[in-house]
C-alpha cells in the first residue's frame, strides 16, 4: 500500500529505458504514453510488455489515436474497444482514456470502450478541463464503476482553476474518484498542493525532464527536489 501520508507521484514515460529511470528515482506509478508532444497516445503494446516487465510499480496506459479529445468515428470507436481489450489483457493497473463531445462527457463512447475491458480500472484524463460543469461531471462518472481517478491540470488555462475548487471537487469525487493534480510547469503548484490533505496524488511530466521539452530526459536531481518540496 502507498503511504497516505505523503504525494503519490504519477510521472509520465515514454519508454523501457525511462519507466526503469523513473521507478528509480522515486516514481510511485507511471502513465505510459508515446508521442508525448501530441499530449500523450497510445503506446505500441509490445513497449507496455516490456515496460511492466521492467518495473514493479503500477503502470496505467493511455489510449488516444489523435491529438483530440474526441471519437472521430466509428471506425476509431472500433479499434479503440480493441486496444482496451488487448490492454486490459495484460498486468498493467489501468487505462488513461477520456472523450467528451463538445463541452459535455461522451457518455455512449466513454461506456463502449470501458465495456471493451470491464475488468480494468480507469483514470478519466485531462478532457476533464473542457467540460461546462465540472461538479455535475464528477457526479456522472462516478456512474462508472471503473473509473477511480481524474486527471486535472492546476490552475487551468481554460479554467483558472485554484487549489480550492480541486480540493472542494475531491469532497464530490469521495470515496470512489481521486483526484490526480497536474503540476504542469508552474512551480508555484508545488506549494499550493503540498499543504492540502484531500490532493494526495500529482502527476508531473516535462517537470521532470532536462530540458523541460517532451524530448528531455528524466533529470534523478528535478526527482529529489520535487520530492523535498513536496515533504
Not at 503511504?3 to 507511471?30: N, Q
Not at 501530441?38 to 521492467?54: D, F, H, M, R, Y
Not at 496505467?60 to 486490459?88: H, P
Request: proline share 3%; glycine share 6%.
Amino acid at each position: 500500500m502507498l503511504s497516505s501520508r505523503r504525494k503519490v507521484l504519477e510521472v509520465i514515460v515514454k519508454s523501457r529505458e525511462e519507466a526503469i529511470e523513473a521507478e528509480l528515482y522515486g516514481a510511485d506509478r507511471l502513465e505510459l504514453v508515446r508521442s508525448l508532444e501530441s499530449g500523450g497516445l497510445t503506446p505500441e503494446i509490445g513497449t507496455v510488455e516490456k515496460v511492466i516487465k521492467a518495473v514493479s510499480i503500477p503502470v496505467r496506459v493511455m489510449i488516444r489515436e489523435r491529438d483530440a479529445m474526441s471519437v472521430a468515428n466509428g471506425e476509431e470507436l472500433v479499434r479503440l474497444k480493441e486496444t482496451a481489450k488487448a490492454l486490459s489483457a495484460l498486468p498493467i493497473d489501468g487505462l488513461v482514456l477520456g472523450f467528451v463531445a463538445g463541452k459535455r462527457i461522451d457518455t455512449g463512447n466513454l461506456g463502449e470502450i470501458l465495456s471493451a475491458a470491464p475488468h480494468c480500472r480507469v483514470t478519466f484524463h485531462r478532457a476533464f478541463e473542457s467540460l461546462r460543469s465540472p461538479a455535475r461531471s464528477i457526479q456522472l462518472l462516478k456512474q462508472f464503476r471503473q473509473i477511480d481517478r481524474i486527471l486535472v491540470r492546476l490552475d487551468s488555462s481554460a479554467g483558472n482553476w485554484q487549489t480550492g475548487d480541486l480540493a472542494q471537487w475531491q469532497k464530490l469525487a469521495a470515496p470512489e474518484i481521486q483526484l490526480i493534480v497536474g503540476l504542469g510547469l508552474d512551480r508555484a503548484n508545488i506549494s499550493r498542493i503540498r499543504n492540502e490533505a484531500s490532493l494526495n496524488e500529482i502527476h508531473v511530466g516535462r517537470l521532470l525532464r532536462e530540458p523541460e521539452e517532451t524530448w528531455g530526459r528524466l533529470s534523478r536531481s528535478k526527482f529529489l527536489d520535487l520530492k523535498s518540496a513536496l515533504e
